[in-house]
């Protein structure tokens, strides 16, 4: 059974539920994008943060890695592709090189063929070997615990940068993927039209005792729950606090 249009589906909360029945036929898919519910929590969005965080306190990567160099390539490698398809390559290619100078010494070529089932395998071969002699040359094959020196290395973009600082060197980045800046958009958590005014948007908003891991927490549940062609509204952890005003409403069993 549905509930009535504007009825509120989750017992105590704060937030009065802006249905799709709510919007009149006239209403702009713009125009609804940007209308926020009424009331908003004074304390919005702790318990958002709160609620991901107690279902999974200790999230991380889904890319497989055992070192920062090996964590560099395997984000590099990432655009454009699932981290399941990075996966199976960087499988096969940490074997053989999983160091700057191995990397090398494997050479374009081989690189190329190992990682060939990822998107652009051509463009990103070529990079990673060049980051791995820039490594070597200006980094005495470590990497660099900075933004910037991240950030000179071919192949590596902000994105990436932040996954590195917040994955090897635990500081508190915020990297945004499609997931995220899909998610941050949608609940109206960090809304931006790019990457950088969510990551912004998100640096302000998210409490402090979260940042390490938002990260990981909006881009799982971007990945798994909040999809971007049919979010699983029934079975989301943060409906109450999520402000998108056309998610779906709850069954009456989901209450
Ligand atoms: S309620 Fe729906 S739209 Fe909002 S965060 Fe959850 S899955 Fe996404």
Same mark, same amino acid.
């Given at each position: 059974?549905?509930?009535?249009?504007?009825?509120?589906?989750? %017992?105590?909360?704060?937030?009065?539920?802006?249905?799709?029945?709510?919007?009149?036929?006239?209403?702009? @898919?713009?125009?609804?994008?940007?209308?926020?519910?009424?009331?908003?929590?004074?304390?919005?969005p702790q318990p958002f943060f709160e609620v991901l965080s107690a279902a999974d306190p200790h999230p991380?990567?889904?890319?497989?890695?055992?070192?920062?160099?090996?964590?560099?390539?395997?984000?590099?490698?990432?655009?454009?592709?699932?981290? @399941?398809?990075?996966? +199976?390559?960087?499988?096969?290619?940490? &074997?053989?090189?999983?160091?700057?100078? @191995?990397?090398?010494?494997?050479?374009?070529?081989?690189?190329?063929?190992?990682?060939?089932? *990822?998107?652009?395998?051509?463009?990103?071969?070529?990079?990673? *070997?060049?980051?791995?002699?820039?490594?070597?040359?200006?980094?005495?094959?470590?990497?660099?615990?900075?933004?910037?020196?991240?950030?000179?290395?071919?192949?590596?973009?902000? &994105?990436?940068?932040?996954?590195?600082?917040?994955?090897?060197?635990? !500081?508190?980045? *915020?990297?945004?993927?499609?997931?995220?800046?899909?998610?941050?958009?949608?609940?109206? +958590?960090?809304?931006?039209?790019?990457?950088?005014?969510? !990551?912004?948007?998100?640096?302000?908003?998210?409490p402090?005792e979260f940042?390490?891991h938002a990260?990981h927490w909006?881009?799982l549940h971007?990945?798994?729950v909040?999809?971007?062609?049919?979010?699983?509204? %029934? &079975?989301c952890a943060v409906y109450k606090y999520? +402000?998108?005003? !056309?998610?779906?409403? +709850?069954?009456?069993?989901?209450?």
């Amino acid at each position: 059974m549905r509930l009535p249009p504007g009825s509120c589906a989750c %017992a105590g909360a704060a937030l009065p539920l802006a249905s799709a029945a709510m919007t009149t036929k006239k209403t702009t @898919k713009k125009a609804r994008a940007k209308r926020r519910p009424a009331r908003m929590p004074k304390d919005w969005p702790q318990p958002f943060f709160e609620v991901l965080s107690a279902a999974d306190p200790h999230p991380t990567t889904e890319l497989n890695y055992t070192s920062p160099y090996t964590l560099v390539v395997a984000v590099a490698l990432s655009a454009q592709a699932t981290d @399941k398809g990075v996966n +199976l390559a960087t499988e096969k290619l940490f &074997k053989l090189a999983n160091t700057p100078e @191995k990397m090398v010494a494997l050479g374009e070529d081989k690189v190329r063929e190992l990682i060939k089932t *990822i998107g652009l395998f051509r463009n990103k071969a070529k990079n990673v *070997i060049a980051l791995s002699q820039k490594l070597i040359n200006e980094f005495d094959s470590e990497v660099p615990q900075s933004r910037e020196a991240l950030e000179s290395l071919p192949g590596v973009g902000r &994105k990436t940068a932040n996954v590195v600082l917040n994955v090897a060197f635990g !500081e508190p980045t *915020i990297a945004v993927d499609t997931h995220i800046f899909r998610v941050s958009n949608r609940t109206r +958590l960090a809304p931006g039209k790019n990457p950088l005014q969510v !990551e912004l948007g998100l640096e302000k908003i998210v409490p402090p005792e979260f940042k390490l891991h938002a990260h990981h927490w909006l881009i799982l549940h971007g990945r798994y729950v909040c999809k971007a062609r049919k979010p699983d509204c %029934a &079975k989301c952890a943060v409906y109450k606090y999520c +402000l998108w005003p !056309e998610k779906a409403p +709850l069954e009456a069993e989901d209450i």
